[in-house]
């Protein structure tokens, strides 16, 4: 307890509050927004990664009362806490990081603590083991396990295994959120990037159907008249 508690003191220690007003204005925590009140103590994200390493041996008790605060910046400190320990882990260790990260996913709740663990942690571990945790996560009525469901998605496309990233996509094709049809684009263009045949493939079959933002996302790096192509076909 001594050293979670050390991490918290070290962390405030770093506290910016201009900086905090920003990033609250930038992750959206006004009423109605995504981040609704969420606070910030207005710590770099490179200051978080060299606190998270100095503290990377806390167990998993610690980093629960890390993951529970309030204030974004420790939740983020603690995903980078159980990154370096999810890497280090064998097996068994790594199956119990990765239980214990989805029992938290209430407090995994803005785009960057998902973009910052759901593929180094859930992707990774699902590789070579079913996916059907992602699918769950997938129709989940809250966005952040969506947004988990695809972004660790991003670790299979990595290795070149695409089919769970384009079958996440249809399920998530239709979702109402904009940070959704962000996260899906984003990861459309990964596959497009290993793989333009097959990005083109889904394209032709889905293109008409995709939010605009998605459709954007997926083809951004695209050559310029197949992205006015698929633009036309869209609209």
Not at 22 to 30: E, H, N, P
Not at 53 to 71: C, F, H, R, T
Request: aromatic share 8%.
């Amino acid at each position: 307890m001594a050293k979670v508690n050390e991490l918290i003191a070290e962390m405030k220690s770093h506290a910016n509050p201009q900086k905090a007003n920003a990033l609250q204005r930038f992750f959206k925590t006004g009423k109605g927004e995504y981040g609704e009140g969420d606070k910030f103590l207005g710590i770099s994200v490179p200051v978080q990664r060299i606190i998270a390493g100095k503290y990377s041996e806390l167990g998993l008790n610690d980093i629960q009362k890390v993951l529970a605060s309030p204030i974004h910046e420790m939740r983020l400190t603690g995903l980078f806490i159980l990154r370096i320990k999810y890497s280090k882990s064998d097996p068994a260790g790594k199956q119990e990081i990765v239980k214990f990260y989805l029992k938290n996913t209430k407090n995994i709740n803005n785009w960057d603590l998902v973009d910052s663990s759901a593929s180094y942690i859930l992707g990774d571990y699902l590789l070579y083991k079913p996916k059907n945790i992602l699918f769950k996560l997938a129709r989940s009525k809250k966005i952040w396990e969506r947004r988990i469901a695809i972004i660790s998605s991003g670790t299979l496309i990595k290795n070149s295994k695409f089919d769970t990233a384009l079958s996440l996509s249809e399920v998530l094709l239709n979702d109402k959120h904009d940070l959704m049809h962000k996260a899906v684009g984003w990861m459309l263009r990964e596959i497009g990037n290993k793989d333009m045949d097959v990005l083109e493939k889904f394209l032709d079959q889905h293109c008409s159907q995709m939010p605009r933002t998605m459709l954007r996302y997926a083809i951004e790096k695209m050559p310029e008249t197949k992205r006015k192509g698929y633009l036309k076909r869209k609209f």
